[in-house]
């Protein structure tokens, strides 16, 4: 999943680690995402006030 939508924390992997960068993701429910939030710095994420705005737009 890390590879498949481009997450690879790429920091970590020259630690011999292979994570992801933070990221939520709103989908619909076709499951087509509609926003998503990444981050590298995995100390910031978006604010539930921003999740639910976005998850508002939905259909």
Not at 3 to 30: C, I, S
Request: net charge positive.
């Amino acid at each position: 999943m890390i590879d498949r939508y481009g997450l690879l924390n790429e920091q970590a992997v020259t630690r011999g680690r292979f994570l992801p960068h933070p990221t939520t993701y709103v989908l619909d429910k076709q499951g087509i995402v509609r926003w998503k939030f990444t981050e590298k710095d995995y100390k910031i994420r978006p604010t539930n006030e921003a999740i639910l705005t976005e998850l508002k737009k939905l259909p």
